[in-house]
């Protein structure tokens, strides 16, 4: 299936430019294209994570719900398409905050990431694996999180998520 991704600046505005993801897309320099990503905390502040099919790039590994963003969409309908096409969880742009946006500057494929926030309570037994991207999902406090971090069980530049759990579950 075509994935047409929008094409940004490194001020994160849109260029007239459009590439297809699955022909292996490179980006110039100063090129970039747009991911989101959600984090779902839950009312006992327990953090919602889903585990990668393992025949995907870092398969096994767990991580909250994200995807790029696809041609004509803005990162709230991204990532609330990616929950629902990955997890079968539909939310709302309202229940959604952006928390922080991450410029990664890379050789062949830089990005913007934007991190989104959900407090909703969802069961388990409601998640539903539809599209094949993801295998499992679980609830885990922070201090599972971290330990999962350092047994590499999740993905490294995730480690950044750690700050901002304080902050929200503050506010």
Not at 21 to 49: M, P, T, V
Not at 105 to 113: E, H
Not at 134 to 153: D, Q, S
């Amino acid at each position: 299936m075509q994935e047409l991704l929008d094409v940004y600046d490194e001020n994160k505005v849109k260029t007239n430019k459009v590439v297809d993801r699955q022909e292996g897309a490179i980006f110039q320099d100063g090129e970039f294209f747009l991911y989101s990503r959600c984090w779902i905390i839950n009312s006992d502040k327990k953090i919602l994570l889903t585990q990668r099919n393992l025949n995907k790039i870092h398969g096994g590994t767990w991580e909250p719900t994200g995807g790029c963003v696809r041609s004509g969409e803005t990162s709230k309908q991204g990532i609330i398409r990616e929950l629902k096409e990955e997890i079968g969880v539909s939310l709302q742009e309202k229940d959604l905050t952006l928390i922080k946006t991450i410029k990664e500057i890379r050789k062949t494929r830089s990005c913007f990431r934007d991190i989104y926030l959900a407090k909703k309570d969802i069961k388990i037994s409601d998640i539903n694996f539809l599209d094949g991207e993801v295998i499992n999902a679980k609830y885990v406090t922070i201090n599972e999180f971290k330990n999962m971090l350092e047994k590499g069980e999740i993905s490294q530049w995730l480690s950044l998520f750690e700050e901002e759990y304080y902050k929200i579950i503050k506010g």
